[in-house]
Nanobody, 121 residues
Framework: VQLQASGGGLVQAGGSLRLSCRAF??????IGWFRQAVGKEREFVASITWNLGTTNYADSVKGRFTISRDNAKSTVDLQMNSLKPEDRAVYYC?????????????????WGQGTLVTVSS
């Protein structure tokens, strides 16, 4: 599965950004967003299943980020509101063949290139 992420940029704390991941739609696939800050491990942000649209979020982003899919466009978006300086990272989208509540990066099969999100304080 080829993935293409876009939408990163610079925003002030409290602002919003919308990331988009273009992915070939396949039933029973899981699409996740991850992020990696400088000097830190890659961490799970959110995921959604193509078929049912079931979502899962990291505690650190619950209530601020929303993941959604557009089947017609074959995109999975991550709407990020109330951004904080600690949200600064390179964000990646990834795909996994079998859907489920999976947060471990190593369980995903395909990765897109990252997109940088910078939040100024």
């Amino acid at each position: 599965v080829q993935l293409q992420a876009s939408g990163g940029g610079l925003v002030q704390a409290g602002g919003s950004l919308r990331l988009s991941c273009r992915a070939f739609r396949r039933a029973n696939w899981l699409i996740g967003w991850f992020r990696q800050a400088v000097g830190k491990e890659r961490e799970f942000v959110a995921s959604i299943t193509w078929n049912l649209g079931t979502t899962n979020y990291a505690d650190s982003v619950k209530g601020r980020f929303t993941i959604s899919r557009d089947n017609a466009k074959s995109t999975v978006d991550l709407q990020m509101n109330s951004l904080k300086p600690e949200d600064r990272a390179v964000y990646y989208c990834a795909a996994r063949r079998n859907a489920g509540t999976v947060t471990f990066p190593g369980s995903y099969d395909s990765w897109g290139q990252g997109t940088l999100v910078t939040v100024s304080s």
